[in-house]
C-alpha cells in the first residue's frame, strides 16, 4: 500500500510539472517565436493579407531611404546609453553612501512608493514641471526672471533628448536600487569593508576597487534590462521625446499605426533594426564591461588607499534630495492641474478651484479603471501561482533537472526584458489577426502575462530559495500532511514577499502601452493607453486627472501589501481560533 501510494505520488507530481512545462511553453516560447516570426516575414515584404506575397528587400530599402531613420537611430542611442550610464553611476553612489548608515532603513522604504509611480505618469507630472510654462518657471517668475510669459524654451521634448534622460534616470535609479539591495545579500559587503579598511584603505577606494566589481557582476542582466528599456520606450518617448525626429520606436509604432497600410512592412522591418539596434547595444555593453575589468585590474592592483570618490560623498545627499523634489513636485502639479479651473502664466496657484473636472471626467475613466483592475489583478494571480509553483518544483527537484521540467526554460523569463516590444507585437497581432483572436480579453490576459510573469517570479524567488527548509520539515513532522504543512507554514511565512512581488507585477500591468494597443485591439482600453492618448490633446486638467488616477491604483496596492501582513500577523491569534 504504501509502495502504490508513493508511485502515486511521483506520477501526480510528473504530470504537474507537464503540466506547468506546458504552460511555460505556451505563454512565453510559443508567442514569442510566433511574434518574432511574424514580423520577420513583413519585414522581408511577406505579408499576404496585403497581398505581398513574394520576398524582397523592398522595406528593408524603404527603411533606409527615410529621412528620419538614420536621425532617429543616433537619438534613440543617445538617450538609452547615457541614461542607463547615468542611472547606474548614480545608482552606486548612492548605494555606497547609505549601505548601512542610519539613513539605510528609509532609503529602502522609499524605493517601493517610487517603483509604483507608472512611467508614464510620471513623465506628465515631471512635463508640467519643467516646461517652459511649468509650475518651475512660475514659482520664479516675474519676481526672478522678469517672465510675464513663457519663455521661448524646449524644456521638454527637446532635440537631443535630454528631459527623457531625466525621465529615464528618475525611474531607472530606484529600480538599480532596488537590483542592489537583491544583489548585496549574496556579497559579503561588510567583511570587505572592514579587511580593506584594515589594509589602511579608505571606505570609498574600498567600494570601488573591491565592491563595485562584485557587485556589477551580479548586476548584468538588470543593467541589459534598464539599457533595453531606455533605448526601446514608446510611451514616455511619446510624452517627453523629440518629434522631429523622434525616436526610432516612435518612428516605428508611426508607421505601424499611419493610414498606409503598406508602411506595415516598412515598421516591421524597423522593428527589426530597433530588436538588432538593442541586442547589439547590450551585447557591447557586456564586452565594454568585460574589457574595462581586464585592463582596469593593474589599477585595482596597484595599492593606492585613497581616491577621489570621497569627494563625490558630498553629493549623494544632495542627489537624493533632487530625486525625492523631483518626483514630489511631479505629484503635487498633477493635483494643482486637476483642481484648477483658472492658472494663468506667471501665478504660482491657480487663481480659481474646483473639481468639476473630477466629476464629468468619472464616468469615462470608470471602464478604464475597471479594465485596468482586471487585468492587473487576473495577470497577478496567475503570475504569482505559476511562480510559486515553479519555484517549489526547484526546491523540491534541487539541481535535479530533466528537460521537461520548467526550471530548463527560465532563461526565457528575461526575453520581454531584454528585446523591445515592437520586435514581437507587431508578428503577435498579425498571429491572433489570423486565428480571429485579436481583441479578446484572454488574448489580452495573455499578453499582460507575458511581462507580469518575469517581474513576479525575480521578485520572489530571491525570498522563496532563501526560506529555511527546516521550518518545512518540523511543519510536515506536526502536520503529517505536505499540503498543509504548505498553506499554513510556509506560505505564511513568505507572505510579505509575495504579496510585495504581486503588487510589483500589478505596477508593471497598468502601466503596459504597447501590449495593450497592439493585443487588445482598440476594445479594452486602459488608462496607460487613454493617458498617452490625452497627451496629445490641451486639456493639462484632464490629463493631470488621468495621471492622477494612474499613479493612485498601483500606490494603494504597495500599500497594502505593506500593511496586510502586519494586520495578519496582529490578530493571527485570533484567526487561529
Known amino acids: 500500500m504504501l509502495v502504490f501510494t508513493a508511485r502515486a505520488r511521483v506520477k501526480v507530481r510528473h504530470a504537474t510539472t507537464l503540466m506547468i512545462t506546458g504552460v511555460f511553453i505556451a505563454v512565453f516560447i510559443l508567442?514569442?517565436?510566433?511574434?518574432?516570426?511574424g514580423t520577420l516575414l513583413p519585414a522581408f515584404n511577406y505579408l499576404p493579407a496585403l497581398g505581398e506575397d513574394a520576398f524582397s528587400l523592398k522595406p528593408v530599402l524603404g527603411l533606409w531611404q527615410h529621412p528620419s531613420t538614420l536621425a532617429a537611430t543616433y537619438l534613440s542611442l543617445q538617450v538609452g546609453w547615457l541614461s542607463t550610464f547615468l542611472s547606474v553611476v548614480i545608482a552606486l553612489l548612492l548605494f555606497a553612501h547609505f549601505y548601512q548608515q542610519p539613513r539605510w532603513p528609509w532609503l529602502t522604504l522609499s524605493l517601493s512608493p517610487i517603483l509604483a509611480v507608472p512611467h508614464a505618469a510620471l513623465a506628465v507630472g515631471l512635463s508640467f514641471l519643467i516646461a517652459p510654462s511649468g509650475w518651475l518657471v512660475r514659482l520664479v517668475s516675474p519676481e526672478l526672471t522678469g517672465f510675464d510669459y513663457p519663455p521661448n524654451w524646449q524644456t521638454t521634448q527637446d532635440p537631443q533628448g535630454l528631459s527623457l534622460v531625466l525621465?529615464?534616470?528618475?525611474?531607472?535609479?530606484?529600480?538599480?536600487?532596488?537590483?542592489?539591495?537583491?544583489?548585496?545579500?549574496?556579497?559579503?559587503?561588510?567583511?570587505?569593508?572592514?579587511?580593506a579598511q584594515s589594509m589602511g584603505y579608505t571606505r570609498a577606494t574600498a567600494w570601488l576597487k573591491l565592491i563595485f566589481p562584485q557587485l556589477l557582476g551580479q548586476l548584468r542582466l538588470p543593467i541589459s534590462a534598464v539599457l533595453a528599456w531606455s533605448l526601446s520606450a514608446v510611451d514616455v518617448s511619446l510624452i517627453l521625446g523629440p518629434s522631429t525626429p523622434p525616436t526610432l520606436s516612435v518612428l516605428v509604432l508611426s508607421w505601424f499605426?499611419?493610414?498606409?497600410?503598406?508602411?506595415r512592412l516598412q515598421g516591421a522591418a524597423g522593428a527589426l533594426w530597433l530588436l538588432f539596434i538593442n541586442l547589439g547595444s547590450i551585447g557591447l555593453m557586456l564586452g565594454l564591461a568585460?574589457?574595462?575589468?581586464r585592463g582596469g585590474l593593474h589599477w585595482f592592483c596597484n595599492g593606492k588607499r585613497s581616491t577621489a570618490l570621497a569627494r563625490l560623498n558630498h553629493f549623494a545627499s544632495a542627489i537624493t534630495w533632487l530625486f525625492i523634489l523631483a518626483i514630489s513636485l511631479s505629484f503635487i502639479v498633477l493635483?494643482?492641474?486637476?483642481?484648477?479651473?483658472?492658472?494663468?502664466?506667471?501665478?504660482?496657484?491657480p487663481s480659481l478651484w474646483q473639481l468639476s473636472h473630477w466629476q464629468s471626467s468619472w464616468d469615462t475613466f470608470l471602464p478604464l479603471i475597471k479594465h485596468s483592475i482586471m487585468l492587473g489583478a487576473a495577470s497577478c494571480v496567475i503570475a504569482i501561482v505559476l511562480s510559486l509553483i515553479i519555484l517549489e518544483i526547484e526546491a523540491q527537484h534541487g539541481t535535479r533537472l530533466t528537460f521537461w521540467q520548467p526550471l530548463r526554460w527560465l532563461p526565457l523569463f528575461y526575453v520581454p526584458l531584454l528585446i523591445p516590444d515592437t520586435s514581437y507585437l507587431f508578428g503577435i497581432q498579425v498571429s491572433l489577426i489570423?486565428?480571429?483572436?485579436?481583441?479578446?480579453?484572454?488574448?489580452?490576459?495573455?499578453?499582460?502575462?507575458?511581462?507580469?510573469?518575469?517581474?513576479?517570479?525575480?521578485?520572489i524567488a530571491p525570498y522563496y530559495r532563501r526560506y529555511n527548509q527546516a521550518y518545512w520539515q518540523q511543519a510536515l513532522l506536526l502536520c503529517k500532511s505536505p499540503w498543509r504543512s504548505y498553506f499554513w507554514v510556509k506560505l505564511p511565512m513568505l507572505l510579505p514577499a509575495i504579496l510585495a512581488s504581486v503588487a510589483i507585477g500589478f505596477s508593471v500591468s497598468i502601466m503596459l502601452y504597447l501590449?495593450?494597443?497592439?493585443?487588445?485591439?482598440?476594445?479594452?482600453?486602459?488608462?496607460?493607453?487613454e493617458l498617452v492618448a490625452l497627451v496629445a490633446g490641451a486639456d493639462r486638467r484632464l490629463i493631470a486627472v488621468c495621471a492622477l488616477i494612474l499613479q493612485t491604483l498601483p500606490m494603494l496596492v504597495f500599500l497594502t501589501a505593506l500593511s496586510l501582513p502586519k494586520w495578519l500577523f496582529r490578530h493571527r491569534l485570533g484567526m487561529l481560533d
Open 167 to 195: 525621465l529615464m534616470v528618475l525611474k531607472e535609479v530606484p529600480f538599480l536600487l532596488l537590483m542592489l539591495i537583491s544583489a548585496a545579500k549574496q556579497v559579503p559587503i561588510q567583511a570587505s569593508l572592514t579587511l
Open 31 to 37: 508567442p514569442i517565436l510566433a511574434g518574432l516570426l
Open 335 to 349: 493635483v494643482l492641474w486637476s483642481m484648477s479651473a483658472q492658472w494663468r502664466f506667471p501665478d504660482s496657484l
Open 290 to 293: 568585460r574589457f574595462a575589468y
Open 257 to 263: 499605426n499611419d493610414a498606409d497600410i503598406t508602411l
Open 434 to 459: 489570423y486565428l480571429q483572436w485579436d481583441g479578446w480579453f484572454v488574448a489580452l490576459l495573455w499578453g499582460h502575462l507575458m511581462y507580469v510573469l518575469p517581474y513576479t517570479f525575480l521578485s
Open 515 to 529: 501590449p495593450t494597443l497592439f493585443i487588445g485591439a482598440g476594445r479594452y482600453p486602459t488608462l496607460a493607453t
